[in-house]
């Protein structure tokens, strides 16, 4: 599983890096690798496995918009 990750961020960065495409263009390349990506990961685990991956996901979402609220102005 470590491999497949690092094979991901390698075509990410490879996409990111890309300047011959648009950012449309390199959305829809991000997208395909990260489904991949998943469908890949969903036969390597189990259904408990998965379902874990899945509240993991979920917890690092809610995380990422806590420490995104703007910060109030202080007079």
Do not use: Y
Request: proline fraction near 1%; charged fraction near 40%.
């Amino acid at each position: 599983m470590k491999e497949q990750q690092t094979e991901t961020r390698a075509k990410l960065k490879s996409i990111q890096n890309n300047t011959s495409l648009t950012e449309d263009q390199k959305k829809e390349e991000r997208r395909a690798v990260l489904k991949s990506a998943n469908d890949q990961q969903k036969t390597i685990l189990n259904a408990d496995q998965q379902r874990q991956m899945k509240e993991m996901r979920k917890q690092h979402k809610r995380d990422g918009k806590m420490r995104r609220k703007p910060m109030q102005a202080t007079k």
